[in-house]
């Protein structure tokens, strides 16, 4: 017998949650590439809120407004400079209600 | 702009950073904390257990008004297998007593509570603001930050980087390295409200005691993995966390497994009916004591989850923080009182008063633990916990089989699937590990 599968859905999970998104400064910006790296792949099924995702040019993209900060793109990807990470601006970001 | 020059900046209103400001505030230091969420706490993600020794140490009647849920009086280790669970209960009336031990907490509201106290000690906690670069003068020295706000440096005689885990800003200024995917863990979570009758009921609690559940097994699809189930008052944290290396290696999404946990023929009647209001990921330092970073430099220190003090062991992690964010403190309030200035030399007393206790004490204590887990998880969180669930159901089990040989049954498993070698090996890993 196996567990019984049911479909994930992030966005149902993070629809829970408050944020206060700065608009036009998003705080994670992914370089420009030709194909990603094993690390930069695994970020679409890694990242805790689904923000990266393969373009249909085989390239990945992100959309942090449901970012909870929790760095793990930082730790698998600045180094090698995939991407750039800063905090968002004072105030601005998750706001854990319950943390 | 704020034209003045303080005695302390601390960056971060957590544990450690909450910890520091209050005591040097208390002790009569000009403080300015800065913290980067909305509220203190906004930013802050913990499963979350508190243990009151740590924090009687620097609010002494904290239980007068601290925002506490249930004081622990009952811990469940498990080793879960796809439709099992086995493992030790211990539960005892002793835990009922006038100053318990270990309460459950929800961050957001006990950091708010904190702050408050940090605040009536004298320090300035200022919000929204985040830091964006220490400033260093001619030699090099860190004397002060700044910030997104308008105007320029906040100058201070030392700087406690309470920044958390990913520890951004001193990562940056070169202060320590980049943490590495295999020493820190993925942690997600959700709340899980419940009426407070319904939590008492599932977990045989009554007033105000609680219960925990901690579980390693395939839950963790044999990556190096804890799921946790913590009662809050009218909330179970319900949630899961692995390694980062073990989560890149094999694609998996964190909130794949939280579901696959919450779906646990085990887990799944415990939240029955609740209503999921957040869902929070944190990161979760795990290198132990070989991943701790300079402490201390000319003009700052280090503390907390941004200097890896963390027990993955024992998952304790704010203790260690709030005692290393206090210790900091009476150092720079030590250094202070003679008047000497916030030098590397003179900051090492951080690191010595912060070597003979508990925190590194235990972290050094368990300094193998974590390359150990790193390079075996696949069996000790799925190959073993198969072999204790099978063991324990052919050991229950009646169906006409001699016992003798459920008994050579149970052992071929165990040496079929780990060799005679790979058992002794792994028991004698374990035991140095843990010693």
């Keep these: 017998m196996t567990i019984a599968v049911t479909k994930s859905r992030v966005e149902d999970k993070l629809y829970q949650n408050r944020y206060l998104v700065d608009p036009g400064r998003p705080h994670i910006k992914v370089r420009p590439h030709e194909r990603p790296s094993a690390n930069l792949l695994a970020l679409t099924h890694v990242c805790p809120a689904k923000c990266y995702e393969l373009n249909d040019k085989g390239q990945v ?30 105030g601005f970001g998750v706001l854990f209600k319950f943390g | 702009m704020i034209e003045e020059k303080f005695d302390a900046i601390v960056i971060g209103a957590g544990m450690s950073g909450n910890a520091a400001a209050y005591t040097m505030a208390s002790h009569g230091l000009k403080v300015l904390q800065l913290e980067r969420g909305e509220y203190p706490g906004s930013k802050n993600v913990q499963g979350a257990i508190m243990y009151a020794n740590m924090l009687e140490k620097i609010i002494p009647d904290f239980r007068d008004d601290a925002p506490l849920e249930r004081h622990l009086i009952e811990q469940r280790l498990w080793v879960m297998d796809d439709t099992s669970h086995t493992g030790i209960h211990y539960r005892s009336d ?24 940090v605040r009536e000690a004298g320090a300035t906690v200022l919000c ?86 901690e579980a390693v097994g395939t839950t963790s699809r044999g990556m190096a993995g804890l799921g946790f189930l913590y009662t809050n008052k009218e909330s179970i944290s319900l ?51 070989k991943a701790i970073p300079q402490l201390f430099g000319d003009g700052w220190v280090v503390v907390g989850d941004a200097a890896q003090l963390n027990n993955a062991v024992h998952r304790e992690g704010s203790n260690l923080a709030m005692t290393s964010g206090r210790i900091a403190a009476e150092a720079i309030v030590k250094v202070k009182s003679r008047n000497g200035p916030m030098t590397k030399r003179n900051l090492a007393l951080y690191k010595a008063m912060l070597d003979k206790s508990f925190v590194v004490k235990d972290l050094r204590k368990y300094k193998d633990m974590p390359a150990l887990l790193h390079t075996n998880s696949c069996n000790f969180f799925t190959t073993y916990p198969r072999l204790m ?34 058992l002794v090996s792994d028991a004698v890993r374990l035991a140095f590990a843990w010693r």
């Design chain 1, 61 to 90: 993209e992100i959309t942090p407004d449901g970012c909870m900060e929790c760095g793990t793109c930082r730790i698998l990807c600045e180094t090698s400079g995939e991407i750039a990470w800063d905090y968002p601006r004072g």
């Design chain 2, 94 to 117: 002793d835990f009922n007593e006038a100053k318990p031990n270990r309460y459950t907490i929800i961050r957001a509201q006990f950091d708010k509570w904190f702050s408050r106290k």
């Design chain 2, 128 to 213: 929204e603001t985040t830091v964006t670069e220490l400033v260093r003068d001619a030699k090099g020295k860190v004397v002060g930050v700044r910030t997104d706000r308008a105007g320029g440096a906040i100058f201070a005689d030392v700087v406690v980087l309470a920044e958390g885990v990913s520890g951004l800003l001193g990562t940056r200024a070169g202060l320590r390295k980049m943490l590495k995917p295999e020493a820190v863990a993925l942690a997600v979570k959700e709340m899980h409200f419940l009426p407070e009758e319904v939590v008492e009921q599932r977990f045989g609690l009554k007033g105000d005691e609680g219960c925990v559940i």
């Design chain 2, 239 to 289: 949630g899961i966390g692995c390694l980062v290396s073990d989560f890149a290696a094999v694609m998996e999404s964190p909130y794949v497994l939280l579901d696959a946990l919450k779906n646990h023929p085990s887990i799944r009647p415990l939240i029955a009916g609740s209503e999921v209001k957040e869902y929070a990921a944190h990161l979760i330092p795990e290198g132990g004591y």
């Design chain 2, 389 to 422: 669930s099978q063991a324990a159901q052919n050991f229950m089990r009646v169906d006409g089989t001699p016992k003798i040989e459920k008994e050579k049954a149970t052992t071929a498993a165990f040496i079929k699937a780990r060799s005679r070698w790979g």
